[in-house]
């Protein structure tokens, strides 16, 4: 079981920044990956940004270059730092923990979700 807690959404204006963080506990073996995805309204869910055991991450391609992400040396937290904001970012935004990273910017065989923090970007 894993349980993931994120925080730090939020409004901003379009070339803003916004850092968002995730509290992770549970089984350590089921949280190979961590990562990121995001869902706008009417869109599917996307991997956004992960990041493996060995410290390696992935971004999907419209983020990268804006977006960073990173986690504690204990691995409890995971944060996304959000840089250059555009309005086209604005979506709930979830972490992720699963057994397969992918170098896309996801993470496969999602063993846990977190319940999401809204990220908005006006023009």
């Known amino acids: 079981q894993v349980q993931l807690v994120e925080s730090g959404g939020g409004s901003v204006q379009s070339g803003g920044s916004l850092r968002l963080s995730c509290a992770a506990s549970g089984d350590p073996y089921k949280r190979y990956c961590m990562g990121w995805f995001r869902q706008a309204p009417g869109k599917e869910r996307e991997g956004v940004a992960a990041?493996?055991?060995?410290?390696?991450?992935s971004y999907v391609d419209s983020v990268k270059g804006r977006f960073t992400i990173s986690q504690d040396s204990a691995k409890n937290t995971l944060y996304l730092q959000m840089n250059s904001l555009k309005p086209e970012d604005t979506a709930m935004y979830y972490c992720a923990a699963g057994r397969v990273y992918y170098t896309g910017g996801s993470c496969g065989s999602i063993s846990g979700w977190g319940q999401g923090t809204q990220v908005t970007v006006s023009s």
């Open positions: 990041i493996a055991e060995d410290g390696d991450t």
